[in-house]
Antibody, heavy 122, light 108 residues
Framework: QLQLQESGPGLVKPSETLSLTCTVS??????????WGWIRQPPGKGLEWIGNIYYSGTTYYNPSLKSRVTISVDTSKNQFSLKLSSVTAADTAVYYC??????????????WGQGTLVAVSS | SSELTQDPAVSVALGQTVRITCQGD??????ASWYQQKAGQAPVFVID???NRPSGIPDRFSGSSSGNTASLTITGAQAEDEADYYCSSRASSDNHVVFGGGTKLTVL
């Protein structure tokens, strides 16, 4: 059974960089049939797609966050990571990592991590 | 436009049928996928982009599309179906992803 687990600091100071890692177990991140993505959810609000990465390193980012986001992949560790720079209180959210099926035109996130709350505060 | 619009809240009597809709220009070209999110939990994939149910999802859940509207129908809603539901699709012609704002389903 595929599992995804987010890890990283739960508190980040304003203007600093948020860094999270997603560890994939029970399957290979080098699958040619899947993307790996980050989605966030501010408290009490809806889901917002941050971006996806393919095992080759090809990335797709939400245009509204693109200037601040970097997603990378480490196939040797079966992990992918998120960096979000210059954070503000508006970046406070539960951050989810998820697997997206790459062989469909419509985005389909079939496995999700449990999510990790990141608060931005001094 | 790449936005997806959902009604903020819908209610249904136990055992009755409810339709949750998602509207957007991109839905004229692409279907939507659907996710169920119960309080304090991660989203769960319930309908794929071909309006099929992933393995393990009860058959009371179904998806459909017409024009610029995608719909999730629950036939015979159960108490455990009370949750937030999100649609998702592709943003126009690129490989970006958009989510609807979510619909809170209350089962009375």
């Amino acid at each position: 059974q595929l599992q995804l687990q987010e890890s990283g600091p739960g508190l980040v100071k304003p203007s600093e960089t948020l860094s999270l890692t997603c560890t994939v177990s029970g399957g290979s991140i080098s699958s040619s049939s899947h993307y790996w993505g980050w989605i966030r959810q501010p408290p009490g609000k809806g889901l917002e797609w941050i971006g996806n990465i393919y095992y080759s390193g090809t990335t797709y980012y939400n245009p509204s966050l693109k200037s601040r986001v970097t997603i990378s992949v480490d196939t040797s560790k079966n992990q992918f990571s998120l960096k979000l720079s210059s954070v503000t209180a508006a970046d406070t959210a539960v951050y989810y990592c998820a697997r997206r099926i790459a062989t469909t035109a419509v985005p389909e996130f079939d496995y999700w991590g449990q999510g990790t709350l990141v608060a931005v505060s001094s | 436009s790449s936005e997806l619009t959902q009604d903020p809240a819908v209610s249904v009597a136990l055992g009755q049928t409810v339709r949750i809709t998602c509207q957007g220009d991109s839905l004229r070209r692409y279907y939507a996928s659907w996710y169920q999110q119960k309080a304090g939990q991660a989203p769960v994939f319930v309908i794929d982009g071909k309006n099929n149910r992933p393995s393990g999802i009860p058959d009371r859940f179904s998806g459909s599309s017409s024009g610029n509207t995608a719909s999730l129908t629950i036939t015979g809603a159960q108490a455990e179906d009370e949750a937030d539901y999100y649609c998702s699709s592709r943003a126009s012609s690129d490989n970006h992803v958009v989510f609807g704002g979510g619909t809170k389903l209350t089962v009375l």
